[in-house]
């Protein structure tokens, strides 16, 4: 099934530095205007990153004194967390094409299950390939210590997203879900992912 597939992201939002350009004395004073914006924003990202590893699906208070939640709409968090996009294709555990109704039938089943994603990432939006990479990485780094501490440790710490799907369905309309908790079982190559998802939502958006 070909699919539309969104990754949550922090957005920085650079409008703050919409003024004139003298209106920084000096180089100095710009970089030190950046870098307050920068510390006061920083933990919201890092702390959801945080709240997924941990498997928490609380909210996270920000430093500036906002509440943030990745992977679903907070009213707080509107201007700060927004979604990238990518081209991808599904499967199914087998490796078969995902369907509408397979979908249907995750959903109703609110089970476990394998789904297989395949990013065509020469269509992904800068963000997307970002926040891929980073949850790679977050991964393989869990991964190292397999040998040491055991597959049950390291499953327990394995990484999460939430992974937005756009698709058509069988009336062709566009349709939206949210793979939750996702973690990444195996990488068949760098487009490539075998994905373990905790249950699977319809959403209007």
Known sequence: MEVILFLPYYDYNDGAFGVSNDYYKSEEDYANMIRQEYDKNKD???NSMLDARNGSRSLVQGVDGQTYKFGEKVSQSEDKVAY???V???SDADGNDETVDGIITKF?????FIEIAE???DTSEEEFETELSLWVREHVNIN???DELGEDWVLTKEPKRNLKVQF???ANQDTYAILEDCRIMDI???NSFVLFVERITLVDN
């Open 108 to 112: 109703a089943q609110q089970r476990q």
């Open 44 to 46: 919201v990202v890092f």
């Open 168 to 170: 058509k369905n069988n």
């Open 188 to 190: 068949i190559d760098k």
């Open 84 to 86: 990238s996009s990518c």
């Open 119 to 121: 990013f065509d990432l």
């Open 88 to 90: 991808g294709e599904l």
């Open 144 to 146: 190292k210590y397999k």
